[in-house]
């Protein structure tokens, strides 16, 4: 019987390639600290990936304490990112990314080759260890490539943060105002449901005639349709807030808006060079960016082991030995012929790797233009909802409030109606209505705005 055993110098070798296919290793943090610090400079929160059973109690803690009283916009883009299972999950995908960025800093492991045949007496024993060797020449190239992947990996989950941020924020004044323009509705159901049951006792008593009491009527119909409609509008607006939030049925109870939405701001923003400050800081734009320089990496990577990746080469170590002879050992390399991998137009991996760093560029290019355009036009819709919000502020309230006096003073001198009066209390309620919805706009513009610039408004004089 003949044992064999690698000699001391090929241990050596094995041991050194094992130190260097294992120097890539896992960040303390899995890279969230890069996602927190991008996603807070975009939308002003901090996100928390929740990985730990502490660190799921630590944020339910934090939400129950922001539940505790009327919700802000700022604290629903907070409890947003602390309890969004969809973002939860996304972040899942970070620590996936690391994982392939640490395999590719390392080589594949080695396969192990055993054979045994006996027969007359003689008993041979065939062993052998076998190398990739073409993970070992491109290990350097392949690590930076994966190093490259997880910075887009964490791109990406900075860029659904703030994607989900936006969208509680956007659902948080939808929910307020929601909620404002049922009591508007309840307002003018009252006053046209006034005016019906006068009209339907003065038509009784004779002094009313029909027409003029079916009218009143209608007005009263047409204020109940209404009302019904802002009612199932505040409780569809309040459960995308809820979904924004990702509150359970339980913590639904507990969520508290203000009675109005935020106080139109004096001034717009400053939106100066803000085309500039969105290509800069948009997370897209970055993203797109990262994509053609790790493409231009692999399309360098191709360009440099092409031929030795069609080769397909690989290393044995292999001992051979026999009862009663001498041990052999020696080395194999194995390589594949690429006799039908090379035509006219080069290899299939080249062409291929170049055609996908020019798609990447225009790709690039292409989210540059689009982001340029998106900045544009929510400029132009943030600066009209300001102008509409203050034209209704500053001019139809006012005007509509010195009309109420002057009909109450003309009422008081009997020279105008009841139903004139209650008519003109209607047309009152619906131009606050309408600054509602202004209002609204304005905010849900300065959202899209801060989403296209990817980052906070800058404040008049800054």
Same mark, same amino acid.
Not at 49 to 77: C, F, I, K, M, N
Not at 96 to 117: S, T
Not at 358 to 379: F, I, L
């Given at each position: ?66 539940? =505790? %009283?009327?919700?802000? &916009?700022? @604290?629903?883009?907070? *409890?947003?990112?602390?309890?969004? +299972?969809?973002?939860?999950? /996304? ?124 009218? =009143? %009527?209608?007005?009263? &119909?047409? @204020?109940?349709?209404? *009302?019904?409609?802002?009612?199932? +509008?505040?409780?569809?607006? /309040? ?131 689009? @982001? ?91």
């Amino acid at each position: 019987m003949f044992i064999s055993f690698f000699p001391v110098r090929s241990t050596a070798a094995l041991a050194a390639l094992a130190v260097l296919g294992g120097c890539a290793s896992f960040s303390p943090d899995g890279g969230f600290g890069d996602v927190a610090r991008l996603t807070q400079a975009r939308s002003g929160q901090v996100p928390r990936w929740q990985r730990t059973p502490a660190d799921e109690a630590a944020a339910q803690t934090r939400v129950t304490e922001l539940l =505790q %009283q009327p919700l802000s &916009a700022e @604290a629903a883009v907070e *409890l947003a990112l602390l309890h969004n +299972r969809g973002l939860q999950a /996304r972040f899942a995908e970070l620590g996936l990314a690391e994982a392939e960025r640490v395999q590719a800093g390392r080589l594949a492991n080695p396969a192990l080759r055993y054979g045994r045949m006996s027969g007359g007496g003689v008993t041979e024993i065939d062993s052998a260890v076998l190398f990739n060797l073409l993970g070992l020449l491109t290990l350097p190239l392949a690590s930076e490539l994966g190093q490259q992947h997880f910075k887009q990996a964490k791109l990406q989950a900075a860029s659904d943060a703030v994607a989900v941020a936006t969208q509680a924020r956007r659902a948080f004044f939808n929910a307020v105002a929601a909620q404002a323009l049922v009591a508007y509705a309840q307002q003018v159901k009252l006053a046209a449901e006034a005016s019906r049951e006068l009209a339907t006792r003065m038509q009784q008593a004779g002094n009313f005639n029909k027409l003029a009491q079916m009218r =009143q %009527q209608s007005f009263d &119909a047409d @204020a109940t349709a209404q *009302l019904l409609r802002a009612q199932h +509008r505040a409780v569809a607006e /309040r459960e995308q807030l809820v979904k924004a939030l990702g509150l359970s049925s339980e913590e639904l109870g507990k969520l508290q808006l203000p009675e109005r939405l935020p106080d139109l701001p004096a001034q717009p923003a400053a939106l100066v060079q803000a085309e500039q400050a969105a290509m800069d800081r948009r997370l897209d734009v970055l993203q797109a960016r990262r994509s053609a320089e790790a493409t231009a990496r692999q399309l360098g990577l191709t360009q440099r082991t092409g031929f030795v990746n069609l080769l397909d080469p690989n290393l044995t170590l292999a001992r051979h030995g026999q009862t009663g002879e001498a041990t052999r050992r020696g080395f194999e390399l194995e390589l594949t012929l690429p006799l039908f991998d090379f035509g006219a137009g080069g290899s299939p991996a080249a062409v291929q790797a170049e055609l996908q760093y020019g798609q990447a560029v225009h790709h690039a290019a292409e989210v540059a233009v689009n @982001a340029r355009s998106e900045v544009r036009e929510s400029s132009s819709a943030y600066l009209t909802a300001h102008a509409l919000a203050r034209h209704y502020r500053d001019e139809v309230l006012p005007l509509q409030q010195r009309i109420a006096d002057e009909n109450q003073l003309r009422y008081n001198g009997m020279l105008l109606s009841v139903f004139e009066l209650l008519a003109d209390a209607r047309e009152q309620i619906t131009s606050v209505t309408g600054y509602t919805e202004a209002l609204r706009d304005f905010w849900l513009a300065d959202a899209d705005l801060q989403q296209a610039l990817a980052g906070p408004l800058p404040q008049p004089g800054q």
